[in-house]
């Protein structure tokens, strides 16, 4: 990661950088699904993406629309999809040229381009070597760790969000049978502001839409979310609103460019350079400043309101249905437009104009993701745009409702098959019932208890069922010296990434299969199982030769562990489920609701849809009713020189897989340890293009650095600021984190800037 490897910065205006999608991105993905895969493979693979019979494109949680294209996938899919198909390895002989120490001196984008892991290996305690071993010695050798603890607290069980439904399922039981509900997520830095607020208000702690409601809906708003890169194949759904004249409203600190400019990759015109404006209104909040300016909407409805009584709001539904409105109304009655400006950053013309829109849409969807929830106020944040939905009754209905966009394609899925550190007694009492044991009843670590328990000493034993923990999470420094406090680690992965290098005493990497690869097992050919951002659980199978003969799929790794730790006493038939994963699903039918006859609806084309009472507003909340809620407007208090700054992703990476130092839709190209910054911020701290500065971030008295980061004018509010995740992670505080969720506030982090070498200002 030195300075001479680093290549020059180049920024292009963003009217240069074309539209989204169109010949770009057709050319940018064929270029990267023949270099890793070969031509042929790629083909072969590409038409497999999310088709009936093939897999599920890793890549997001998007629905599939039910009359399919023949290339239903995406730039980023294939990126994501070569990257797991690529043909390079990493085997023993790799890993007997390469110490430990001298691979961690390699960037995160060489690590993860080195290829698939091909055989378990372990790093022994005192060794800088990883060396082969059996899996048989690999379970063992984790098995005796794991039992030899004083309790099974100690150890940790963390998942991303790509695990299959049925390896999910195992891995809770296996976890819970061990004795613990140390089940953190990547969810936990995700979406769980979500969840948590959601359930809250309406009930249930997921979206309530199908892509059916996105042909009716006739105003669509997207709240802190990039689909042009993050969820491309929504620009899509989006397009086609558009086109038949529904409004789309972005609410976001940046102009993204698939919004403004987007032409479908597969539409010939496109290609030609015709494009499709997608949003068309953009109201630019300041970083965290949504509450603000959805009490400033609110406001405004009820204001229309009083001037057509009964016209704008929907008093019956408010009535019948709700709670709480008469204390939503008085807050914002109290609020003064001075303070929503200040706090909004939106002036209140604009956000006039777009709750006239509000106010006239007979069906309205808001969709948000990360801009909403990674925020220290992300709970309230999607209470208050639930709020809004309320007031006109746009939740349960036809063309209206929430839908926050998921991350990880299987995320949603996972959290449903019981991935979760706080599990209802009713998800424990049917699964205690019916594999006939006690589950336990304490509440487990989520991802930031995870690392405070590994850097107090009270964990000892990290096991992670995919991601990169070291790199994902906040407080990069924290968290790594945390890891290397453990006795064991564990990951369970298909590329090299630099959770192998930062390691507690010992370490162990299991290889396994990836979405794209055939998974045979003693009872045949097995599919699995993923349930999208809309709910819709469907088949995925992969139709590749393996990477290599040593491969274990997730489930049988999860079951070969869980016989080793509990030994011949579990009476629990795990050699059964890895052979066929039917018995595991006939299990998921008998203990998770909605899912009745899983292996005979699943195998039905386009898969079935959980049941959720809030699309028939039969809302499951403690009165029956969905609620108001009074959410306080915070202030951002920042001293003089300081910024609120958040951290995203580039169009060139999937979470901490980087592809490259470019991102194309920002016109940002060569390096990706840049801050973007307005003009006049950069003009009163003397900055110009590129210059090199120190970001230092301020909490709670402690202070974090990053050196040489490079400076962007960009287009972003004045008092805020953008880097890339993951390269500023090491500025979030551990402690700093949504209310009510726990969620890391990646997107609200006070820093303050000097010239590198310079002293820190403010
Ligand atoms: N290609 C690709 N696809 C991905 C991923 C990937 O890394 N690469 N990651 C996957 C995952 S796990 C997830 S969770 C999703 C993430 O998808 P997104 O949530 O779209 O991803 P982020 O880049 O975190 O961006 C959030 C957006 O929120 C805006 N934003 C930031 N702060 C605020 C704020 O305070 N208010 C408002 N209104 N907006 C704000 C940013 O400008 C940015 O446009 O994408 C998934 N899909
Ligand atoms: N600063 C900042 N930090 C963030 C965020 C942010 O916006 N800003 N976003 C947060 C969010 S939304 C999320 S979801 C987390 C993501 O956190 P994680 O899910 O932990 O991280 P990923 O980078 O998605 O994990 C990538 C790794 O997963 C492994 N992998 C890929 N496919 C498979 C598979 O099929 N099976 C297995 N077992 N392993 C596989 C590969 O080895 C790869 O290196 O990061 C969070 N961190
Ligand atoms: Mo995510």
């Not at 070569?82 to 890993?95: G, Q, Y």
């Amino acid at each position: 990661m030195g300075d001479s490897r680093r290549k020059p910065l180049r920024v292009e205006p963003a009217s240069e950088t074309g539209a989204a999608g169109g010949l770009g991105a057709v050319v940018s993905s064929l270029r990267f699904g023949a270099g890793g895969m070969g031509p042929v493979r790629s083909l072969r693979t590409l038409s497999q993406i999310n088709q009936e019979g093939g897999f599920d494109c890793p890549g997001c949680a998007w629905p599939d629309p039910e009359s399919r294209s023949a290339a239903e996938f995406c730039e980023n899919g294939v990126k994501h999809v070569s990257h797991e198909a690529t043909r390079r390895r990493v085997d023993p002989a790799f890993f007997a040229r390469h110490a430990v120490p001298a691979l961690l001196e390699q960037a995160d984008q060489w690590l993860e381009a080195q290829g698939r892991i091909s055989q378990p290996v372990i790093k022994r305690a005192g060794s800088d070597h990883y060396q082969a071993l059996s899996w048989e010695e690999a379970f063992a050798r984790i098995a005796r760790v794991l039992n030899g603890l004083d309790s099974p607290d100690q150890a940790i069980f963390y998942t991303s969000g790509r695990t299959s439904n049925e390896a999910a399922f195992l891995y809770q039981l296996f976890v819970r049978s061990f004795g613990t509900n140390n089940l953190p997520d990547c969810s936990n830095m995700c979406h769980e502001s979500s969840s948590t607020g959601l359930s809250r208000v309406i009930g249930v702690g997921k979206g309530t839409v199908s892509l059916a409601d996105f042909d009716r809906a006739d105003l669509i708003l997207l709240l802190g979310q990039n689909p042009g890169s993050n969820h491309p194949r929504m620009l899509t759904t989006l397009q086609a609103a558009v086109r038949r004249g529904c409004r789309v409203v972005s609410i976001n600190p940046l102009k993204e460019l698939g919004l403004v400019r987007f032409a479908h990759p597969k539409d010939p015109l496109a290609v030609l350079g015709r494009s499709t404006s997608i949003a068309d209104r953009f109201l630019q909040v300041r970083v965290g400043g949504d509450l603000a300016l959805l009490k400033g909407l609110m406001k405004e409805v009820l204001q229309l309101e009083a001037r057509r009584p009964g016209k704008v709001l929907d008093w019956d539904f408010i009535r019948e249905k709700t709670e709480g409105f008469a204390d939503l109304q008085a807050q914002l009655e109290a609020l003064s437009w001075e303070e929503i400006e200040s706090q909004s950053g939106v002036c209140r013309a604009e956000i006039r104009e777009v709750a006239e829109l509000y106010a006239r849409a007979e069906s309205v969807i808001a969709c948000w993701a990360m801009g909403l929830t990674q925020h220290r106020f992300g709970v309230a944040n999607v209470q208050d745009v639930v709020n809004l939905l309320l007031l006109r009754g746009q939740i349960g209905r036809p063309g209206a409702g929430v839908c926050p966009v998921r991350g990880h394609s299987n995320v949603q899925g996972d959290r449903t098959m019981g991935i979760w550190e706080r599990p209802t007694p009713a998800f424990l009492d049917r699964l205690g019932r019916e594999f006939d044991f006690e589950p336990p009843t304490e509440h487990g670590l989520d991802t930031v208890g995870a690392i405070e328990a590994m850097r107090d000493g009270r964990a000892r034993v990290f096991f992670s069922l995919g991601g990169n923990f070291a790199v994902a999470t906040p407080d990069t420094a924290t968290t790594q010296e945390a890891l290397r406090r453990c006795e064991l680690t564990v990951q369970v992965s298909t590329v090299l990434n630099r959770s192998h290098l930062v390691t507690g005493a010992e370490a162990i990497i299991l290889p396994c299969l990836g979405r794209t690869e055939r998974d045979d097992q003693e009872g045949g050919r097995q599919f699995v199982t993923v349930e999208n951002s809309m709910s819709v659980v469907h088949r995925s199978t992969g139709h590749l030769p393996p990477a290599s003969e040593h491969l274990k799929s997730e489930p049988a790794i999860v079951a070969g562990l869980a016989r080793a730790v509990l030994g011949e006493s579990s009476r629990i038939p795990w050699e059964g489920f890895a052979k066929d994963y039917d018995r595991i699903r006939d299990r998921i039918a008998r203990v998770i609701p909605g899912f009745d006859d899983m292996n005979e609806r699943v195998r039905r084309d386009g898969g079935f849809v959980l049941p959720s009472g809030a699309r028939s507003r039969d809302f499951e909340t403690e009165t029956g009713r969905a609620r108001f809620t009074v959410n306080p407007l915070p202030r951002i208090e920042l001293e003089p020189g300081q910024l609120l700054m958040m951290t995203i992703r580039s169009h060139d990476q999937f979470n901490t897989t980087i592809y490259s130092q470019d991102d194309r839709y920002r016109g940002i190209h060569g390096d990706r340890r840049v801050v973007l910054l307005h003009s006049d911020e950069m003009e009163e701290r003397g900055l110009t293009d590129g210059s090199a500065v120190d970001l230092t971030s301020h909490f709670e008295g402690q202070t974090r650095t990053v050196r040489g980061f490079r400076v962007v004018r960009y287009e972003i509010p004045c008092g805020c600021a953008a880097t890339y995740f993951p390269e500023a992670n090491v500025l979030v505080p551990v402690e700093s984190f949504a209310e009510g969720s726990r969620t890391p506030a990646f997107k609200s982090v006070v820093i303050s800037i000097a010239p590198s070498g310079g002293a820190s200002a403010s």
